[in-house]
T-cell receptor
């Protein structure tokens, strides 16, 4: 299994509080991604990173920010959590060496509940 | 713009029966296509991928998929379902960027 960990694995928080989710990889892969998974929507890309300090928005980026100060860590921040951000969040990585068809490896997910 | 449509959010098959999960894509450039599987409370793992080398792609656990450009389809099949195949399956497309578009998923139930 690819070395990807996510922390925390479960979190319950209240509306309006800031939340940071961490993705850590030991594969030295260049690309890292944050997705959210919701019933009926599949996986939707929030943000992705193509290198240290290089990030770009995905299709559902409103209300989220990211940072990548080291190759191995990609942080997702909800500045002021809302109930609509209750979801399961997945981090993924890919090395990009072979072109756009590289497999993405997924972490175990973080279940976030915003009350 | 790219998109993926998975027909049928839930599919039930009997153990030993053929599994057919449908995926249609839309892409303005030659696509790369993927099938992923997700078991309960786990992340996604790759079943197989199409990268233009061959239209019939074989993956893990006995699954295969055929790329049909004329039908813009990439359906996933397995000749004989096992109880352990019960999971959610996602089709994904990528074309020209490092971003993937995932379908909404099909939950497969295998009946004893």
């Amino acid at each position: 299994d690819a070395g990807i960990t996510q922390s925390p694995r479960h979190k319950v928080t209240e509306t309006g509080t800031p939340v940071t989710l961490r993705c850590h990889q030991t594969e030295n892969h260049r690309y890292m991604y944050w997705y959210r998974q919701d019933p009926g929507h599949g996986l939707r890309l929030i943000h992705y990173s193509y290198g240290v300090k290089d990030t770009d928005k995905g299709e559902v980026s409103d209300g989220y920010s990211v940072s990548r100060s080291k190759t191995e860590d990609f942080l997702l921040t909800l500045e002021s959590a809302t109930s609509s951000q209750t979801s399961v969040y997945f981090c993924a990585i890919s090395d990009g060496a072979g072109g756009t068809y590289n497999e993405q490896f997924f972490g175990p997910g973080t279940r976030l509940t915003v009350l | 713009a790219q998109s993926v449509t998975q027909l049928g959010s839930h599919v039930s098959v009997s153990e030993g029966a053929l599994v057919l999960l449908r995926c249609n894509y839309s892409s303005s450039v030659p696509p790369y296509l993927f099938w992923y599987v997700q078991y309960p409370n786990q992340g996604l793992q790759l079943l197989l991928k199409y990268t233009s080398a061959a239209t019939l792609v074989k993956g893990i656990n006995g699954f295969e998929a055929e790329f049909k450009k004329s039908e813009t389809s990439f359906h996933l099949t397995k000749p004989s379902a096992h109880m352990s195949d019960a999971a959610e399956y996602f089709c994904a497309v990528s074309s020209g960027t490092y971003k993937y578009i995932f379908g909404t998923g099909t939950r497969l139930k295998v009946l004893a």
